[in-house]
């Protein structure tokens, strides 16, 4: 295979590539973004495998490729067909750790052998800029493997393990000995460049590995969304490193479109956060949210009604608006609701679906959940544009949320202060769906359900759901 006809299919694969970010920018097009990175990918596939073949002057090695594939792929298929949707975000936070393992073990084999990889000839000392683009590359990618560890732990939420648990870890230094460390490994790093020294590499990839960590174990709460994407541009940056440490176009290319990607998204969360962008990108971020435990709130007395209650408010309303949170994802509520939505509906209600940026555990996750139920795109509203409704709303209809429409965000002071909220409280009514009075994940109670127009319904939220559908007909 020529390089001309490899520079050509990589060019079409990164075109694949684009046009999938720009597919996935909206849910009407997400199935042919989807489509489009699965073509895209293949592409790359085998046309890497065709370039080994040229290169090696046989298909030799060749098996030992086709068998990490096979082995890869397999395992990968079958996860993603298990996965509960309530599981995608630690899926999603799997998949960066696997990125980012691989950045550090593709480091390793190119500086034990360079020359395999065409970066020298056999006995020669790496050239300087390769050894500056395996460093970083592996430094990145170790900070990504381990800090998704713990990132895929706190999501996860099933570990006793206390740097899995969802509230922050931090102790008095925490900031300074990050900076100690990253000066560290950022000394290890140039000392191998300049001897090409293994002591200082795996000094460095130690270093990296105990740095991803303790970036991640002080977020906790709300944060985690933007954990989330800011892994995922550590994962494009890791492998675009890889990628101009062997001359792999496709790696850099696909490696910079995610960074790039991932650091947007991280962006646009922050903003809806209101976080700031630099604190996130050095791990700087979520100390103070979750700082009260759970449990440790006042019991106060709430207004608590049955399913038949909510129906019947809901049916003597005009216009509605439901906010879904986590606790619609955990009850798998989507297509309870949507049945409820169309009843709704047909009796001439208007009704809109509010969606916050970070509803859930990871960007995006209440649009997948109404995808897969079919809601129709025109009734889903981001926050910017529905929050003006909420004023005029009769009924405003929480499902599982908490954190994303905490007026606490409202009061400075809170953990939350300047976090933009879904404005549920401006609604006539409001009915909430919990399981529980127990605090959401940022752990802080929520002012809002012991207003008095506040209803609280507590119950499964596909159970309650269910229940009110039956209650309106």
């Known amino acids: 295979m020529s390089m001309n006809l490899v520079a050509l299919l990589y060019l079409v694969a990164s075109v ?26 293949a592409i790359a596939i085998f046309t890497t495998a065709g370039l080994i073949i040229s290169l090696a002057g046989s298909a030799l090695g060749l098996g030992w490729v086709l068998l990490g594939l096979l082995v890869g792929g397999t395992a990968g298929a079958i996860m993603a067909k298990r996965v509960e949707m309530t599981k995608m975000p630690e899926l999603v936070a799997f998949m960066h750790s696997m990125i980012g393992l691989a950045a550090v073990f593709i480091a390793i084999a190119a500086v034990a052998e360079p020359w395999a990889f065409g970066i020298s000839a056999h006995g020669q000392p790496i050239p300087a800029g390769n050894r500056l683009e395996l460093f970083l590359g592996a430094a990145i990618g170790a900070i990504t493997f381990s800090g998704s560890v713990i990132a895929f732990g706190k999501l996860s939420g099933k570990y006793k393990f206390r740097l899995f648990q969802g509230a922050p870890v931090v102790f008095s230094g925490q900031h300074m000995l990050n900076l100690i460390l990253g000066i560290a490994t950022v000394a290890c790093g140039l000392w191998f460049m300049a001897t090409q020294s293994w002591t200082a590499f795996y ?36 492998a675009a490193g890889i990628g101009f440490s062997l001359n792999n176009s ?3 290319i696909a490696g910079s479109l995610v960074g790039s990607s991932g650091a947007i998204l991280s962006y646009i969360m922050c903003k809806a956060m209101n976080r700031s ?78 969606i916050h940026p970070v509803a859930g555990r990871m960007p995006g996750h209440m649009n997948v959940l109404l995808a897969e139920a079919e809601v129709p795109y025109d009734q889903v509203h981001e926050m910017e544009d529905v929050n003006g409704e909420f004023g005029q709303a009769d009924v405003a209809i929480i499902l599982g949320a908490n954190d994303v429409v905490n007026p606490a965000a409202l009061q400075k002071g809170s ?59």
């Open 16 to 41: 694949c590539f684009i046009q999938a970010l720009k597919g996935l920018s909206h849910p009407t097009t997400s199935i042919r973004g989807n489509l489009f990175g699965m073509v895209g990918m």
């Open 203 to 238: 000094l460095m990839l130690a270093l990296s590995f105990i740095l991803g960590v303790l970036i991640i174990i002080p977020i906790g709460g709300a944060d985690m969304p933007v954990v989330v994407s800011m892994l995922n541009s550590y994962s494009g940056w890791a």
């Open 250 to 252: 496709m790696l850099i």
């Open 277 to 354: 962008f630099f604190n996130v990108i050095l791990g700087g971020f979520g100390g103070e949210a979750g700082a009260g435990p759970a449990g440790a709130q006042e019991q106060r007395p709430v207004k608590s009604g049955s399913a038949d209650d909510a129906a019947f408010m809901l049916g003597n309303a005009d216009s509605v608006i439901i906010v879904p949170g986590y606790g619609l994802a955990v009850a798998r509520a989507q297509h309870a609701v949507k049945e409820l939505v169309d009843k709704l509906v047909d009796k001439g209600i208007d009704v809109k679906y509010a």
């Open 415 to 473: 953990p939350i202060y300047g976090m933009p909220i879904l404005e549920a409280y401006k609604a006539k009514t409001v009915i909430v769906n919990k399981r529980s009075m127990a605090a959401g994940y940022a752990g802080l109670d929520n002012e809002l359900f012991y207003m008095d127009k506040t209803m609280m319904v507590f119950g499964d939220a596909k159970k309650v759901v269910e229940d009110i559908g039956k209650a309106i007909e």
